[in-house]
Each structure stands twice: as structure tokens, then as C-alpha cells.
């Protein structure tokens, strides 16, 4: 049996890596967890209430395998550390070591070989492992050359604080609602730029000088990067995204506008995506059946379909719609993926 460490336990990814872990019978112990602070307690289905400890260095050494899923800076003060003295693989959640040269980042059911005694590993950001999922089957049948990618993202997207905040401030909301559907009274949020009931807010995580956000270009960069691509170079696609949150829980929804490199009936791609891993094609628009943040919500697999020519490129165009859990394809369960291919 493997000996397993979460650091980052208490917040959203961290308590969905303990039912990840759960559901696909990983083969360890009880996990170790650890947070900020010790005193907490986190509920586990299989191995019942597990204690948090403070985090520190020697209390995961030794272990077989380490889930960060705590903060950027958090990583880059001690991944490092931590992947001298693991016996397998750190699997960091944050953003920061996706683009070091040396890290592989990694969807399992793309570029899973690149786990193999790699002792530091970057699980990609939410939105780039659920789009990347029907992207690199595409890539593999047809090539790509432009990406174009429109998001509905989830609260989850902003930790456990975003989802409590969506759901404490709908009550308010709906008693701000007036007849003719304006509102009165002021809303308030800290989490996000703006409240999120009842709203779409077009701003997730810094503004650039370009103009895109961090979040927008992370899904540049890290499908550059899962691809095979420099990330930051001018070969491979060309892609671009807008990063909208959205008042739904946990699933994000993107609508995908992609150019191939050769022609792509719209049916050929259907076929492809029905064959590939990690997918599950939800497309017959005369049974108003497609993807949606409900029911991808807590499902392993991303739901892709609204598989159609796109009237703009022609036969080397296609548009599709991708809903997937972004708390598990884009957070614990591609880094569980992750790790059973590092032990494998
Ligand atoms: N939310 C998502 O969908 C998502 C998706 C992909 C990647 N990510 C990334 O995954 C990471 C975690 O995200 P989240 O949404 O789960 O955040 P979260 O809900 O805010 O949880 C953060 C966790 O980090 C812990 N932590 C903070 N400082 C720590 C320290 N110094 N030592 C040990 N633990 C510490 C917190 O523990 P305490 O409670 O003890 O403070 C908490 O358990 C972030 O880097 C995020 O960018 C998130």
C-alpha cells in the first residue's frame, strides 16, 4: 500500500482528492493531511474523520506521494523541498511550476509518459484540462492551427471562499429582485470583482498588458504546452480565450471554435471524440442532449457535443461545447490520474 500526503486539505481541491482517491481504490493508506494550522478535522468516506497537522517539510518525507493543493507561493517555497524527500512525485495543483521547463504538465490520457520518474509534476489549470480533453483528439486526427475558446466557469474556480460566497449571497439577491426584475439594495463580494448571482462577471484572476487575463493566458500557454509546444513560442496553435465566471457551483462550460489543419467533417470529429478517453459525447440536439454544468457536475468524464461545421473556416472548422467537474478533471482527479501513472 502506498503512503500518500494532501497538503492543502481543508480547501475545496484537497477535500475532493480524498474522494477521488476514495473512488478509483488508490492503492494507499490512509492519507496524511496537512493544512496551515493543525486543530481541524476533515470527514473521509473510507477511513472516517482524519486529523490535519501543521504542514512541514519532515512530516511528509518518506511518503510515496504528495498532492499540493495549496497556494502558488506556497509551491514555490516548497515543492522543491518536498520532492527531495518523496520516494514517487510531488502533483502540484497551483500554477506555479506549470511552465518551468523542467515540470511536466500533464493530463494523463494526452501526455501521461511524461510521469515516469518525474519527481515534480503540475496538474494544469481547470479550463485548459477540460477544453485539452476533446483538443488533443482533435490535434492527433486533423491538426490545429487557431483556437478560439469562450468559458462559463464555475465559483469553485475561485477555492472553497468562491463557492460559499456564490451560495450565501443568493438569498440576498433574490429579496433585492423587484417587479420588473431591476434590483435594489447593494450587493456586496470579496472573492470576486463583483456579486456573482444573477450576473456574469468577464474577469478571472489579474489583468495583463496585453489586455487577457492571467486565466485567459494560462489556457494559451498550458495548451501549448500539454500539446508538445513551447509555451510561450510561436509554433503549434494559435489560441485564444475570454475567462468568464459564472453563477454556477463547480462545472465549467466553454464554447470551442477551432481551424484545423485538414479538413474535419464535422462527423469524423464526432467519431474521434467518441473514441477518446476521458470523454463522454453528449450530442443529439433533436433530444436537446448536450453538455451542461449539471450534469458534468461530479462526473470523472467531460461532456462534449453542439459538434458542428463552423460557418467561418468551412470544412477546416468546427465548433463544440465542453462541460466537465473542474474541481475533478481540472483539479483532483487528473492529479490522482497523474499519480497512478508516476507509480505505475
Ligand atoms: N479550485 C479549483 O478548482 C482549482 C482548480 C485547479 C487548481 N487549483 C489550485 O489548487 C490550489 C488549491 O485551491 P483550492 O481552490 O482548493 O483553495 P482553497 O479552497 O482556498 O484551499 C487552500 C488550502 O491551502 C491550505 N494552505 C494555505 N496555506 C497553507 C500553508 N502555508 N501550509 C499548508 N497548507 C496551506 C489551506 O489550509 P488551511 O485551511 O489550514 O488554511 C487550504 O486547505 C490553488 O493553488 C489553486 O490555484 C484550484
Given at each position: 500500500m502506498h503512503r500518500v500526503g494532501v497538503v492543502g486539505a481543508t480547501g475545496a481541491v484537497g477535500r475532493e482528492l480524498l474522494g477521488v482517491l476514495e473512488k478509483r481504490e488508490?492503492?494507499?493508506?490512509?492519507p496524511l493531511l496537512f493544512g496551515s494550522k493543525g486543530g481541524q478535522t476533515v470527514e473521509s468516506g473510507k477511513w472516517g474523520p482524519l486529523d490535519v497537522s501543521p504542514f512541514s517539510v519532515e512530516g511528509v518525507s518518506g511518503l510515496d506521494v504528495v498532492f499540493l493543493a495549496a497556494s502558488g507561493d506556497f509551491a514555490k517555497e516548497y515543492a522543491d523541498k518536498i520532492a527531495a524527500v518523496v520516494k514517487t512525485c510531488v502533483v502540484d495543483?497551483?500554477?506555479?511550476?506549470?511552465?518551468?521547463?523542467?515540470?511536466p504538465l500533464v493530463v494523463p490520457e494526452v501526455n501521461g509518459h511524461l510521469c515516469k520518474g518525474a519527481k515534480l509534476i503540475a496538474n494544469p489549470n481547470c479550463t485548459t484540462a477540460i477544453a485539452i480533453m476533446a483538443l488533443a483528439p482533435i490535434f492527433a486526427a486533423f491538426g490545429l492551427r487557431k483556437v478560439v475558446v469562450s468559458t462559463y466557469q464555475a465559483a469553485s474556480g475561485a477555492g472553497a471562499a468562491g463557492m460559499r460566497e456564490l451560495r450565501d449571497g443568493i438569498t440576498p439577491a433574490l429579496q433585492n429582485i423587484k417587479d420588473d426584475g431591476c434590483f435594489e439594495g447593494a450587493s456586496t463580494a470579496e472573492v470576486f470583482a463583483h456579486p456573482l448571482p444573477f450576473n456574469v462577471v468577464p474577469h478571472i484572476d489579474k489583468f495583463q498588458a496585453n489586455g487577457y487575463t492571467k486565466e485567459e493566458m494560462k489556457v494559451t500557454w498550458e495548451t501549448k504546452k500539454i500539446l508538445g509546444f513551447d509555451p510561450k513560442g510561436d509554433d503549434g496553435p494559435k489560441v485564444s480565450c475570454t475567462a468568464v465566471r459564472i453563477p454556477t457551483l463547480r462545472a465549467h462550460s466553454e464554447a470551442i471554435t477551432v481551424e484545423t489543419e485538414k479538413p474535419c467533417p464535422a462527423a469524423a470529429c464526432l467519431d474521434v471524440l467518441s473514441d477518446a478517453p476521458g470523454l463522454t459525447v453528449k450530442d443529439d440536439p433533436g433530444d436537446n442532449l448536450y453538455p451542461m454544468p449539471l450534469t458534468a457536475t461530479g462526473a470523472f468524464d467531460v461532456e462534449v457535443g453542439r459538434v458542428r461545421q463552423n460557418i467561418v473556416f468551412g470544412e477546416n472548422g468546427l465548433d463544440l461545447f465542453v462541460c466537465g467537474d473542474q474541481l475533478l478533471r481540472g483539479a483532483a482527479l487528473n492529479a490522482v490520474l497523474i499519480a497512478e501513472k508516476a507509480l505505475s
Amino acid at each position: 500500500m502506498h503512503r500518500v500526503g494532501v497538503v492543502g486539505a481543508t480547501g475545496a481541491v484537497g477535500r475532493e482528492l480524498l474522494g477521488v482517491l476514495e473512488k478509483r481504490e488508490f492503492p494507499c493508506e490512509a492519507p496524511l493531511l496537512f493544512g496551515s494550522k493543525g486543530g481541524q478535522t476533515v470527514e473521509s468516506g473510507k477511513w472516517g474523520p482524519l486529523d490535519v497537522s501543521p504542514f512541514s517539510v519532515e512530516g511528509v518525507s518518506g511518503l510515496d506521494v504528495v498532492f499540493l493543493a495549496a497556494s502558488g507561493d506556497f509551491a514555490k517555497e516548497y515543492a522543491d523541498k518536498i520532492a527531495a524527500v518523496v520516494k514517487t512525485c510531488v502533483v502540484d495543483n497551483s500554477s506555479a511550476l506549470r511552465l518551468r521547463d523542467d515540470v511536466p504538465l500533464v493530463v494523463p490520457e494526452v501526455n501521461g509518459h511524461l510521469c515516469k520518474g518525474a519527481k515534480l509534476i503540475a496538474n494544469p489549470n481547470c479550463t485548459t484540462a477540460i477544453a485539452i480533453m476533446a483538443l488533443a483528439p482533435i490535434f492527433a486526427a486533423f491538426g490545429l492551427r487557431k483556437v478560439v475558446v469562450s468559458t462559463y466557469q464555475a465559483a469553485s474556480g475561485a477555492g472553497a471562499a468562491g463557492m460559499r460566497e456564490l451560495r450565501d449571497g443568493i438569498t440576498p439577491a433574490l429579496q433585492n429582485i423587484k417587479d420588473d426584475g431591476c434590483f435594489e439594495g447593494a450587493s456586496t463580494a470579496e472573492v470576486f470583482a463583483h456579486p456573482l448571482p444573477f450576473n456574469v462577471v468577464p474577469h478571472i484572476d489579474k489583468f495583463q498588458a496585453n489586455g487577457y487575463t492571467k486565466e485567459e493566458m494560462k489556457v494559451t500557454w498550458e495548451t501549448k504546452k500539454i500539446l508538445g509546444f513551447d509555451p510561450k513560442g510561436d509554433d503549434g496553435p494559435k489560441v485564444s480565450c475570454t475567462a468568464v465566471r459564472i453563477p454556477t457551483l463547480r462545472a465549467h462550460s466553454e464554447a470551442i471554435t477551432v481551424e484545423t489543419e485538414k479538413p474535419c467533417p464535422a462527423a469524423a470529429c464526432l467519431d474521434v471524440l467518441s473514441d477518446a478517453p476521458g470523454l463522454t459525447v453528449k450530442d443529439d440536439p433533436g433530444d436537446n442532449l448536450y453538455p451542461m454544468p449539471l450534469t458534468a457536475t461530479g462526473a470523472f468524464d467531460v461532456e462534449v457535443g453542439r459538434v458542428r461545421q463552423n460557418i467561418v473556416f468551412g470544412e477546416n472548422g468546427l465548433d463544440l461545447f465542453v462541460c466537465g467537474d473542474q474541481l475533478l478533471r481540472g483539479a483532483a482527479l487528473n492529479a490522482v490520474l497523474i499519480a497512478e501513472k508516476a507509480l505505475s
